[in-house]
C-alpha cells in the first residue's frame, strides 16, 4: 500500500480516535489518524485532564486553610495562581506527547489537518485532508472512524467574549482569579469549575435552569451535593432564569429569577457550561446517508452511520458524553471492523464522574427511574460518618447508595458522594457487568480500613440491614 491507502482512517485523535487507531494497529490494520489540533483532543488538552490538575491545586488550598484538624499550622498559606495554571498546561502537555509517542510506536501516521469525505472510488472512500500549511491530499480506505468529538454550547446572549463570558477554554486558562463568578449549568463541567474556584477563593454563585443540581444524578445525591456547595459558601440557585447580561468596562451585571424572586447580581466573570454540540460541521456529511439529529451523529449499536462503512464515536456520537465511552466505543467498531464477535456497549453500565467537592460518582439506574422502568426495588444507603477511614482522614460528608431490583436481586443502580467515590465506583460497574446479586456482594470481602467498606454497607443496608450504622 501506498502511505494514502488504508484500511482505516480515523478523523479525530481524542480518546475516541486515537484509542480506535492503536488497537486497529495491534489487529494489523493499516489506519491513519487525521488531527485539525491537538492530539488527545479536548479531554487531554481541554477537558479531563487540565480540570483535574486544577482541582489537584484546589483541593491542596482547601487543606491548606483546614490544617487545624488534623493538628498543624501554617501561616498566611499562600498560592502562585499563574503557576497553578502553568502546571494544569503542564500536565496536559505531557499527555498529549505521549499519544504522539504511542501512535509513532505503532507507527500509525498522524495527518495534521482537517479532514472530510469527499465520495467513494471503488470500493474505497476517499478523505480530503487540508494540511496545517494549506496543501492538500487525498486519502483512501475501506472504512472511516469520525471522532471529531464535539464543543461548547453557546446560548444567545452568553456566548464567549474571551473576556467577561468564559467557555470551558477561557476557565482554563485565567490571567487571574475573579472574584465574584457566576457559573451558569450545574452539570459536571459546571460544578466542577464552581468547586475549584470557590476553593480558590473566588464567592461563586451555581445557577441550574432545572430543579436541581447535578439533575441527571439520584435526587438524594443532588440534594447532598448542594448542602455540601452551600456549606462551602456558594451560592446555589435551581429553577433559574438568567436574564440579558450587562457589561461595563470592568463588570457584569445580570438579573437572576429563581424561586419567586429577582437577583440582581453583579460578577467579575462568568462561565457558561450549558452543554455541549458534536463537530459535524465541514466534515462532508452532506450528500450522504449520515443522519445527524440535535448536532450528534446517528448510530446503531456498533457505531455504524447510515453510510456504509462510516462509522461515529464518542461526543459527535451522542450522550454519554464520557471519554472512557468514547475509548471503549472505539476499541469495539475497531474489533467489529476486523471481523471479530464483540457486545454492543449499555449505556447502564457506563459510570458517570464529577470531580467537584465532594466527589460524585454513578452507575445504572437512579431510584426513580428503576422504579419508572417498572422495577420494585430495594434501597440501601450508608453515611460515610459511619466509615472509620472516613472518619480518619476527616472526610466525614457522604453518602453510598444502591438500588436494587426486589425481585431478582440484580444491582441496578449505585450512587457516591464523598471522597475518592471516583476511585470506588469501578466496583460497582464490575458488578453490574458481570451480573452480580446481592449474594455475591454480600459474600464479598472488603479491607478494612477502607472508605471503599461503605460498598458493601450500603448492600447490606438494602437487605439484612448496615452492620455499622
Excluded at 477561557?170 to 466542577?192: C, D, F, H, M, N
Excluded at 473566588?202 to 447532598?224: G, M, Q
Excluded at 453515611?383 to 436481586?409: Q, R
Aim: proline share 4%; net charge neutral; charged share 20%.
Amino acid at each position: 500500500m501506498s502511505t494514502t491507502e488504508f484500511d482505516l482512517v480515523v478523523i479525530g485523535g481524542g480518546p475516541g480516535g486515537y484509542v480506535a487507531a492503536l488497537r486497529a494497529a495491534q489487529l494489523k490494520l493499516s489506519v491513519a489518524v487525521v488531527e485539525a489540533n491537538h492530539l488527545g483532543g479536548i479531554c487531554l488538552n481541554w477537558g479531563c485532564i487540565p480540570t483535574k490538575a486544577l482541582l489537584r491545586a484546589s483541593e491542596i488550598n482547601h487543606l491548606l486553610h483546614d490544617l487545624g484538624q488534623f493538628g498543624f499550622a501554617a501561616d498566611n498559606p499562600r498560592f502562585d495562581f499563574q503557576k497553578v495554571v502553568a502546571r494544569s498546561r503542564a500536565v496536559s502537555k505531557q499527555l498529549s506527547g505521549g499519544v504522539a509517542h504511542l501512535l509513532k510506536k505503532a507507527k500509525v501516521p498522524v495527518f495534521d489537518g482537517l479532514a472530510k469525505l469527499s465520495g467513494v472510488s471503488g470500493k474505497k472512500r476517499k478523505i480530503e485532508v487540508t494540511l496545517k500549511d494549506g496543501a492538500k491530499t487525498v486519502l483512501t480506505a475501506t472504512n472511516v472512524i469520525l471522532a471529531t468529538g464535539a464543543r461548547a454550547r453557546a446560548l444567545p446572549g452568553l456566548e464567549p467574549d474571551g473576556k467577561f463570558v468564559w467557555s470551558y477554554r477561557e476557565a482554563l486558562v485565567p490571567e487571574e482569579l475573579p472574584k465574584r463568578l457566576l457559573v451558569i449549568g450545574s452539570g459536571a463541567i459546571g460544578t466542577e469549575f464552581a468547586s475549584f474556584y470557590r476553593n480558590m477563593g473566588s464567592e461563586v454563585t451555581l445557577v441550574e435552569v432545572a430543579d436541581r443540581v447535578l439533575p441527571v444524578e439520584d435526587e438524594e445525591i443532588s440534594k447532598l451535593a448542594r448542602t455540601a456547595f452551600e456549606k462551602q459558601g456558594m451560592k446555589v440557585l435551581t429553577g433559574a432564569k438568567v436574564g440579558p447580561l450587562k457589561k461595563s468596562s470592568l463588570e457584569v451585571n445580570v438579573d437572576i429569577e429563581a424561586g419567586g424572586k429577582t437577583h440582581s447580581l453583579t460578577f467579575d466573570r462568568v462561565i457558561s457550561a450549558v452543554g455541549i454540540v458534536g463537530n459535524v460541521e465541514n466534515i462532508g456529511l452532506e450528500g450522504t446517508r449520515i443522519v445527524v439529529e440535535k448536532t450528534h451523529i446517528v448510530t446503531d449499536e456498533l457505531c455504524r452511520t447510515g453510510e456504509s462503512g462510516v462509522y461515529a464515536i464518542g461526543d459527535v456520537a451522542g450522550a454519554p458524553w464520557l471519554a472512557h465511552k468514547a475509548s471503549h466505543e472505539a476499541v469495539m467498531c475497531v474489533e467489529s471492523i476486523a471481523g471479530r464477535h464483540v457486545h454492543p456497549i449499555d449505556a447502564t453500565k457506563i459510570p458517570g464522574c464529577t470531580y467537584c467537592r465532594p466527589q460524585i460518582a454513578s452507575v445504572g439506574y437512579t431510584e426513580a427511574k428503576a422504579k419508572a422502568a417498572g422495577y420494585e426495588v430495594r434501597v440501601g444507603r450508608f453515611p460515610f460518618i459511619g466509615n472509620g477511614k472516613a472518619i480518619a482522614m476527616g472526610e466525614v460528608d457522604g453518602l453510598v447508595k444502591t438500588v436494587f431490583d426486589a425481585k431478582t436481586g440484580e444491582l441496578l443502580g449505585a450512587h457516591m458522594i464523598g471522597a475518592e467515590v471516583t476511585e470506588m465506583i469501578q466496583g460497582y460497574v464490575i458488578a453490574r457487568s458481570g451480573e452480580l446479586t446481592e449474594a455475591e456482594l454480600k459474600e464479598t470481602v472488603f479491607p478494612h480500613p477502607t472508605i471503599s467498606e461503605s460498598m458493601h454497607e450500603a448492600v447490606l443496608a438494602a437487605y439484612d440491614g448496615a452492620l455499622h450504622f
